[in-house]
């Protein structure tokens, strides 16, 4: 069984500082897509980023970085420069290669969340 | 373009009633899944479907849950008879058809609140 473990639920940084959003995962598959929505105050559930799991390069997107570390199962998300308008939910997700899906999408499995509240 | 619609955005009712929370995928999206978000249990996938075909439901609670997607532009989730601790965020979603790695969309969400 799948299983995505956010550990940190909740971090509270002030605006400017870097922060780092733990992902551990676990899958019994070798192939696998991993994810991170960010869910803001409104509550909407926005995609940010998506890795398969033969593609450990990590990624850039302005402050936002990435890092997949199959040898560790993780995918930690960091936040540099961060600002107030950061502040949101955070979620890794997972989703399986394995199985039946009718030539569509899997299901995904999140894990808990990460509170992240930027002060000003 | 306009993405996942889901309706109602709120729903207040009593236990014992019926709720029917409706979805509409981004058009093109051949996946929709429907997922339930509760402070105990987080994110749940509770359906999905591929092609308006039921995958997998192993994630609906109890035979008072049931899902249709009787085209490809229109789903409802169902729950008869409701219950207060069905009180939930409801979430849709849609995927385009190219596979396991395409990001799920996500609509705004029905709050749904039993009394």
């Known amino acids: 069984a799948q299983k995505v473990t956010q550990a940190q639920t909740e971090i509270s940084v002030v605006e400017k500082e870097d922060v780092t959003l733990d992902c551990v995962y676990e899958?019994?598959?070798?192939?696998?897509?991993l994810f991170w929505y960010k869910q803001p105050p409104s509550g909407e559930l926005v995609f940010l980023i998506r890795?398969?799991?033969?593609?450990?390069q990590n990624e850039i997107s302005g402050r936002y970085s990435w890092n997949f570390q199959k040898s560790t199962s993780s995918f930690n998300f960091t936040i540099t420069a961060s600002q107030v308008v950061d502040s949101a939910v955070y979620f890794c997700a997972l989703s399986e290669a394995s199985g039946y899906s009718g030539g569509g999408a899997d299901g995904l499995t999140f894990g808990k969340g990460t509170h992240l509240i930027i002060q000003p | 373009d306009a993405g996942v619609i889901q309706s109602p955005r709120h729903e207040v009712t009593e236990m014992g009633q019926e709720v029917t929370l409706r979805c509409k995928p981004i058009?093109?999206?051949?996946?929709l899944f429907w997922y339930r978000q509760t402070m105990m249990r987080g994110l749940e996938l509770l359906i999905y479907?591929?092609?308006?075909?039921?995958?997998?439901d192993s994630g609906m609670p109890e035979d008072r849950f049931s899902a249709k997607m009787p085209n490809a532009s229109f789903s409802t989730l169902k729950i008869q008879p409701s219950e207060p601790r069905d009180s939930a965020v409801y979430f849709c979603?849609?995927?385009?058809?190219?596979?396991?790695?395409?990001?799920?969309?996500f609509g705004d969400g029905t709050r749904l609140s039993i009394l």
């Open positions: 890795r398969n799991s033969f593609d450990e």
């Open positions: 979603a849609s995927s385009l058809p190219r596979g396991r790695d395409q990001p799920q969309h």
């Open positions: 899958t019994r598959d070798t192939t696998y897509y």
């Open positions: 479907f591929n092609n308006n075909v039921p995958i997998d």
């Open positions: 058009s093109g999206h051949n996946s």
